[in-house]
């Protein structure tokens, strides 16, 4: 038997789109190291004869070598350092994403899976009381108490509880597959969840949860990375214009003369300022920020949506559990006492088990979608999205 954190621990050791994630993550890093790389030197070797000319000139060997390195300009390295450390800071935030999402929806299914267990139960139960019915029905038949017609009714009504049952089974059965998918084939065999769908939920402050929402939501959080990151490539456009120095050294020998050089160059942005790449950069910076702004207000219109669905739900948890639920109970119980004493048909027995049974099922329904709002809610609030 697994408990939920235990469940979620061994999907996210093991699903496949969370490890995509992480290699993306490993690439940004290796980015990191390539951008810090300094330039390497240039060696320059060559070889060849001299023929003189004049009867004064000497014959012989012309050899030479040099050496080469590029000084780069501090701000173009810098601005390219820091965005490739945003873009890691990027990549970081979607795996954060990813597990939160993929948290959520382990979560979400766990929950559909106690949902359609409790489903069973009561299709299992309502069988049996079905059966019962059927067999109180029956006895009155025979006895000519009651006219067939109702033997007949009760079978009709038992074979579909019985189908409902197994269309029950078969859901849990479903979910407990999909749940599998998501661990890779990873879960043990025969495993059952313990958990409840009355499960407490933790403590929520609606304030509380929209500053978590903007500090803390992965999507914001590589949404800032990504703004972050546009900055330092418009830093990096403009610092391109002097990309930097390259100093050189070369020697050449000749049967005369050793000649040592010294000397340095330097790219002038005359014809070619890279206004071009700036004014890119620029404009990829402002739609990464109106990317921002826009997401940021979405998203808390989703949690404010989410809040309210949990409120909803809230009620109609205790609208059911405390009233409709015991109402149709009674219900029921009168209805099967009458039918007893002969003062009412089948008919009215077999309608307050079909209204208690569709009140029951709206319960598990409101319960499911109490912890479905929550479930979104840490979504929103980025409360999985860290490696704890």
Same mark, same amino acid.
């Given at each position: 038997?697994?408990t ?15 490890? !995509? &994630? ?20 240039k060696?320059?070797?060559s070889?060849? *004869?001299?023929?003189? @000319? ?9 050899? $030479?070598?040099?050496?080469s390195?590029?000084?780069?300009n ?5 601005? *390219?350092?820091?965005a490739?450390q ?8 979607? =795996?954060? #994403?990813?597990?939160?999402?993929l ?7 766990? %929950?559909?899976?106690l949902?359609r ?5 009561? &299709? ?5 009381? #079905? ?9 009155? =038949? ?51 969840l313990? &958990? ?9 402050q609606? +304030? ?13 959080? $590589?949404?800032?990375?990504? @703004? ?6 418009? *830093? ?12 050189? %050294?070369t +020697? ?13 160059s ?16 620029e ?13 940021? !207000? ?7 949506? &989410? ?31 009458? %039918? ?9 027995? #077999? ?16 319960? %499911? ?10 979504v ?9």
């Amino acid at each position: 038997m697994l408990t939920l954190p235990e469940l979620i621990g061994t999907i996210l050791v093991h699903n496949p789109s969370l490890q !995509m &994630a992480r290699r993306v993550q490993e690439q940004a890093a290796a980015g990191v190291t390539t951008a810090g790389a300094l330039p390497n030197p240039k060696l320059e070797w060559s070889d060849g *004869r001299q023929h003189p @000319v004049l009867a004064t000139g000497n014959s012989g060997v012309v050899s $030479g070598w040099g050496v080469s390195q590029l000084i780069e300009n501090p701000a173009l390295r810098s601005a *390219r350092v820091d965005a490739a450390q945003h873009g890691l800071r990027s990549s970081e935030a979607q =795996v954060g #994403l990813t597990r939160a999402e993929l948290v959520a929806l382990v979560r979400s299914r766990a %929950y559909e899976y106690l949902l359609r267990l409790e489903e069973a139960q009561a &299709a299992v139960e309502e069988l049996a009381l #079905l059966e019962q019915t059927r067999e109180r029905v029956r006895l009155r =038949v025979e006895s000519g108490e009651a006219a067939r017609y109702e033997i007949i009714k009760a079978d009709a009504e038992f074979i579909s509880a019985r189908q409902r049952q197994r269309s029950a089974q078969l859901a849990v059965e479903q979910v407990r597959i999909r749940l599998n998918q998501l661990a890779a084939g990873q879960l043990p065999p025969g495993w059952t969840l313990r &958990a409840s769908l009355g499960d407490a939920l933790p403590a929520l402050q609606r +304030e509380q949860l929209r500053e978590q929402l903007q500090s803390n939501n992965p999507e914001l959080v $590589g949404l800032r990375a990504e @703004v972050d990151r546009k900055q330092a490539r418009v *830093r990096e456009a403009s610092a391109g214009r002097w990309p930097g120095v390259e100093l050189r %050294y070369t +020697e050449i020998r000749d049967p005369d003369n050793r000649q040592g050089v010294l000397g340095a160059s330097i790219q002038i942005p005359l014809l070619d300022q890279r206004q071009g790449p700036r004014a890119e950069a620029e404009a990829e910076l402002m739609r990464a920020r109106t990317r921002l702004d826009g997401r940021q !207000m979405e998203l808390l219109l989703q949690l404010e949506a &989410a809040w309210s669905e949990l409120e909803m739900a809230r009620l109609r948890v205790e609208a059911l559990g405390t009233g409709a639920v015991r109402e149709a109970e009674a219900a029921l119980r009168v209805a099967q006492a009458a %039918y007893r004493f002969g003062e009412r048909g089948i008919l009215d027995v #077999l309608d307050a088990q079909r209204v208690l049974r569709t009140v029951r099922a709206d319960l598990l329904q409101a319960r %499911y979608q109490v912890q479905a709002a929550a479930i979104e809610i840490d979504v929103l609030a980025g409360r999985h999205a860290v490696q704890p």
